[in-house]
């Protein structure tokens, strides 16, 4: 069984930034395409961003582009997404998920195959 496990969420200020974390068990991290994806309060679930197994590849959600960086260390087993100037709407949950298709990189949370437990981030204005 694979496992998710997100770090670094937090309260910030607008305009502020965060990096969040998601170290995955296991030895096949390196061949797995990863995606970030959130929840707002009350709402559903979204997509954030994507990013092949290899970081050759990489897709945002319109309301992240130039905002948020995907990033992964496959040596460390982790996924990065980096936020920064955040705003109050950017206020969620943020899931890590990994989809055993690795040169996927799907904006779809249904082809994802495993996720983790959420890490909240929360934006004041």
């Known amino acids: 069984q694979v496992q998710l496990v997100e770090s670094g969420g937090g309260l910030v200020q607008a305009g502020g930034s965060l990096r969040l974390s998601c170290v995955v068990s296991?030895?096949?991290?390196?061949?797995?395409?990863m995606g970030w994806f959130r929840q707002p309060p009350g709402k559903e679930r979204d997509f954030v961003a994507a990013?092949?197994?290899?970081?050759?590849?990489?897709r945002y959600a319109d309301s992240v582009k130039g905002r948020f960086t995907i990033s992964r260390d496959n040596a460390k087993n982790t996924l990065y997404l980096h936020m920064n100037n955040l705003k109050p709407e950017d206020t969620a949950v943020y899931y890590c998920?990994?989809?055993?298709?690795?040169?996927?990189?799907?904006?779809?949370?249904?082809?994802?195959?495993?996720w983790g437990q959420g890490t909240q981030v929360t934006v004041s204005s």
């Open positions: 998920a990994a989809d055993l298709r690795g040169g996927r990189y799907s904006a779809a949370s249904n082809n994802y195959d495993y």
């Open positions: 296991g030895r096949a991290f390196s061949t797995y395409a």
């Open positions: 990013i092949t197994w290899n970081g050759g590849s990489t």
